[in-house]
Structure formats: C-alpha cells, structure tokens
C-alpha cells in the first residue's frame, strides 16, 4: 500500500479576507489541491464576521482533512487598528483549528518568505511567482491572500521535508 501523501493547509488570517490554500506533495513535487478566500462584508458587525471566518474554514478543514495546518504568525504592524482587526481574525482561526484537532504550526513572516524564495525581505510579487512556480500553476495564484496562504503552506511543507514540522 502506497503510504497517504501529507496535505497541508495555509492560512493568511484577516477579518475582510483570509486566505486559504491546500497543498500536497506526490512524486517530489508540490500541488495545490485547492485555495482562494473567505470574505466578509465590511457592513456586518465584527462578531457576525469571526462567526462567518469561523464556519468556512470549518468547512473547509473538514473537507480537505489536511494533516497539518500553518498560520503566518502575526507581526506588529504600523497601524494598531488593522493589527488588532487581523488579531480578532486570527484569535477565530486559531480555535477553529483546535476544535477541529488540527495540528498546527506556526511561521513568521520572513519564514515564510525565506522558504519559498529563499529571501526573507522577498516582496509579494515574488513570493507569488515563487508560489507559481513551485506549485507549476500556470498563473500567479489571485487574490494576494490566497497566494499567501500557499506560500505559508509551502513553508511547511519544506519545513516538514527536513524534519521540523510533524
């Protein structure tokens, strides 16, 4: 029996739009089995869309049964109001995962951008070709939330391929 190739799914938390993306690995090479968004909109109060973030990625765990789960830590950002809306969001996707008996692991920013790129400081329009490439997509992965939520995939999965991840 051929053993299960491990599927991981990132995550890019954010209260208007997070960013989800699976991604397996067969034969040595990376796959996206799915990714894209889960938007709320900005006239529902902040409650009304945690729980919204909340049932989709219930969904959506539960539907692509990942074996692990990776989250792009939360970094200080110049502006308290934004950092505190992506904390509520991510405080959601955090126990969504939990509940679900997920395993989750957990990257920084430049982490991520070191292991798709292979440079920290990488803008965002290279770490989307980068996601491009390794995951052979014919087009940058759109929108930028989904791409990320790859790119943190991808991180774990070549975290996993030298012995850190699960």
Known sequence: MTPKSPVV?????????????????REGSLHALAYG???TPATESLPARLVTIHEALTGLIAQHRPDAVAVEE??????????LAV???????????A?????????K????????SGYGGADKRQVQE??????????LPRPDDAADALAIAICHMHSRMVGIGY
Do not use: C, W
Not at 74 to 83: C, G, K, Q, T, V
Not at 131 to 137: A, C, E, M
């Open 9 to 25: 799914m990132g995550v890019d938390p954010g209260t208007a739009t997070t960013g989800f993306g699976v991604v397996t690995e």
């Open 37 to 39: 968004i889960i938007t």
């Open 74 to 83: 939360l970094f200080f950002a110049r502006n308290a109001r934004s950092a």
């Open 87 to 97: 904390g509520h969001a991510r405080g959601v996707v955090l126990l969504t995962i």
């Open 99 to 107: 509940q679900a008996g997920a395993s989750l692991f957990q990257y």
């Open 109 to 116: 920013p430049a982490e991520v951008k070191q292991a798709v």
């Open 130 to 139: 980068m996601v491009r490439l390794l995951l052979n997509l014919d087009d």
